[in-house]
Nanobody, 126 residues
Framework: QLQASGGGLVQPGGSLRLSCAAS????????IGWFRQAPGKEREGVSCISNSDGVTYYVDSVKGRFTISKDNDKNTVYLQMNSLKPEDTAVYYC?????????????????????WGKGTQVTVSS
C-alpha cells in the first residue's frame, strides 16, 4: 500500500526526488510523512503533509532544502531534496498517520504513524 522510491547515490550539493505511491483510501484525510534512519541512529521524522488541507511540516535540519508535495491524481507524495549533505544519508521511509486531524496542533515529528512502507536508500557522498 505504500512504496517509496527514488533513492540513490548523489554528491554533496546534489538533488534527489523521492516518491511515495499510496492507495487512495490511505491518502484521504490523513497525513503522509517522510522519515529516515541512518546507521546507528534512531529513526527521525523529516517532513509531513496533510492530504486534506496541504499543511506541511519540516524538521529544522531540512528547512529550506527539502520540499514535500502531493499529487492526488497519481496518489503520490514527493520529497524534493536539494543541497544534500552527507548527514542526509539514510534509509528514507514514507508513512501514513490515520489519526491526523486537520486544524488541530500536530506535534510532528513526535507522532505515531499507522502504516509504513519499505524504505529507499539515499547516500550522499563524493
Amino acid at each position: 500500500q505504500l512504496q517509496a522510491s527514488g533513492g540513490g547515490l548523489v554528491q554533496p550539493g546534489g538533488s534527489l526526488r523521492l516518491s511515495c505511491a499510496a492507495s487512495r483510501f490511505i491518502l484521504d484525510g490523513y497525513a503522509i510523512g517522510w522519515f529516515r534512519q541512518a546507521p546507528g541512529k534512531e529513526r527521525e521524522g523529516v517532513s509531513c503533509i496533510s492530504n486534506s488541507d496541504g499543511v506541511t511540516y519540516y524538521v529544522d535540519s531540512v528547512k529550506g532544502r527539502f520540499t514535500i508535495s502531493k499529487d492526488n491524481d497519481k496518489n503520490t507524495v514527493y520529497l524534493q531534496m536539494n543541497s544534500l549533505k552527507p548527514e542526509d544519508t539514510a534509509v528514507y521511509y514514507c508513512a501514513v498517520d490515520t489519526a491526523y486531524l486537520a486544524g488541530r496542533p500536530y506535534p510532528f515529528p513526535d507522532v505515531d504513524m499507522s502504516y509504513w512502507g519499505k524504505g529507499t536508500q539515499v547516500t550522499v557522498s563524493s
